[in-house]
Every structure is written in C-alpha cells, then in structure tokens.
C-alpha cells in the first residue's frame, strides 16, 4: 500500500511543479521557479520509489494520465483556460484508463 502513496505524492508534487511554472515567468521569479524545482525533485525521487513495486508502464501511465488531468482541471478553474466537449471527453478517456489499469490489470502491484 506504500508504493500507492508514494505514486500520489509524486503525481500531487507533480501538479504543484506544473502548476508553478506558469507563475516563474520563464524562470524569472524566486520563489515560483524554486517551487518548480522543488516540486520535480520530489516527483520524480517519489515516481523512483514507486518503481521498486510498480511495473514502470503502468506507474507511468497512472502518474502521467492523473498530472494531465488534474493540470487541465487546474486551469480551468484557477487560470481561466477553457475546455471544450472534446478535451472534456478525453480526460474522461484518460481517467478510465487509469481506472482500467487499477481495477482489471495484473501488471499492477495491489
């Protein structure tokens, strides 16, 4: 169960890295640019950690598939990005994946 809070750290400091680089302004202001750093480092020791249990495709595929939707879920409503019909259903796409590969898959470490 450990690897599985690992894997949420990762994809949640993840976001806070994505979701920062807009507000560095190209690597321009401190404490922004230091948040992006920060947040990456501790994806990717967190994503590493994972790995020990996880078979890499489907950490992957969970980590990259959760950060994009929650990164779009993230501008749209705290950067006022817009979503259509299409990227809406996508992510559903996206999401069901991720439900697909928890639920069904023997690849994963439950």
Excluded at 77 to 92: E, R, V
Aim: charged share 5%; glycine share 10%.
């Amino acid at each position: 169960m450990k690897n599985w809070l690992f894997l949420s750290i990762a994809i949640i400091a993840e976001v806070i890295a994505t979701s920062s680089l807009k507000s560095s302004e190209g690597f321009t202001k401190v404490l922004p640019s230091m948040m992006v750093v920060i947040g990456y480092g501790v994806a990717f020791y967190f994503l590493s950690l994972t790995l020990k249990t996880i078979p890499v495709g489907i950490a992957y595929a969970i980590w990259s598939g959760s950060g994009i939707v929650l990164i779009s879920l993230i501008g749209w409503l705290a950067l006022g990005q817009k979503l259509d019909m299409a990227s809406a259903f996508g992510m559903g796409l996206i999401v069901a994946g991720v439900v697909i590969i928890n639920v069904f898959s023997n690849a994963t470490a439950h």
